[in-house]
Structure formats: structure tokens, C-alpha cells
């Protein structure tokens, strides 16, 4: 059991990054607003790949301690986390030398939620 939900987080992890990769190219295209000083592929990568295997850890965790409820738990703590985290790109301060710093939301906050989807 473990080996699958580990399998799926990795997927869900790749997946993820995927969506993400693909957002910051039409995000760029749309507006031209560079932010490759702060998220680039690889923090893209990264970020995506460490959440979903955290993620994949504590479903494994909740479904093996709570039989029943475990994955309704999980659920509620995923998509209230990740909300909470909308907070992070809205209040983060940009270096001085970032053209258009009020576009970094709109970039940023979308990105947060793909490992949800995934």
C-alpha cells in the first residue's frame, strides 16, 4: 500500500510540475512579466516534488491511523493548507529590480494549487 500512494505522489508530483511549467511559459507569453529570478524550473520542480511526497506521506499516515475517515481528513487538510498558502505570494517582498512586482500574484497563486488538482 505504501509503495502505491508513494508511486502516486510522485506522479501527482510530475503532473503538477508539468502544469506549473506550462502556466509560467503562457503566464510570460500573456504578460512579459519575468520572474525567472524567483521561480524557475527548478523551484517549480522542487516545490512541486516536495509537496505531493509530503502530501503522499501524511495520506499514507492518516489512512493507516484513521481507517475510515482518513482520506475525508487528509482531504480537509490539503485544500485548507493550500489556501493558506495563497497568503505566501501576496504578502512575499520582491527584490527592487523585478519589473512589474504586482503581476507576481497572478502568477504565483495559480501554481500553488496544481499539486491539489494533481
Same mark, same amino acid.
Not at 508530483?13 to 510570460?28: E, G, Q, T, V
Not at 493507516?64 to 498558502?85: D, H, M, Q, R, V
Given at each position: ?7 502516486? /505522489? =510522485?506522479?501527482?508530483?510530475? =503532473? ?6 506550462? *502556466?509560467?511559459?503562457? *503566464? ?12 524557475? *524550473? ?16 501524511? *495520506? ?9 475517515? /482518513? ?17 505566501? !505570494?501576496?504578502?512575499?517582498? =520582491? !527584490?527592487?529590480?523585478?519589473?512589474? !512586482? ?17
Amino acid at each position: 500500500m505504501f509503495k502505491r500512494i508513494f508511486f502516486h /505522489g =510522485l506522479l501527482a508530483a510530475a =503532473l503538477a510540475a508539468i502544469a506549473a511549467i506550462m *502556466y509560467n511559459r503562457i *503566464y510570460f507569453f500573456a504578460t512579459e512579466a519575468d520572474f525567472s529570478q524567483i521561480i524557475n *524550473y527548478g523551484s517549480i520542480i522542487g516545490g512541486s516534488l516536495f509537496v505531493c511526497i509530503i502530501a503522499a506521506f501524511i *495520506y499514507f499516515g492518516l489512512v493507516k491511523w484513521l481507517k475510515k475517515n /482518513g482520506e475525508i481528513i487528509f482531504n480537509f487538510i490539503f485544500s485548507i493548507t493550500s489556501f493558506a498558502c495563497v497568503m505566501i !505570494p501576496i504578502s512575499i517582498s =520582491l !527584490p527592487l529590480d523585478v519589473r512589474m !512586482p504586482e503581476l507576481f500574484p497572478g502568477l504565483a497563486v495559480p501554481i500553488i494549487f496544481f499539486p491539489a488538482v494533481a
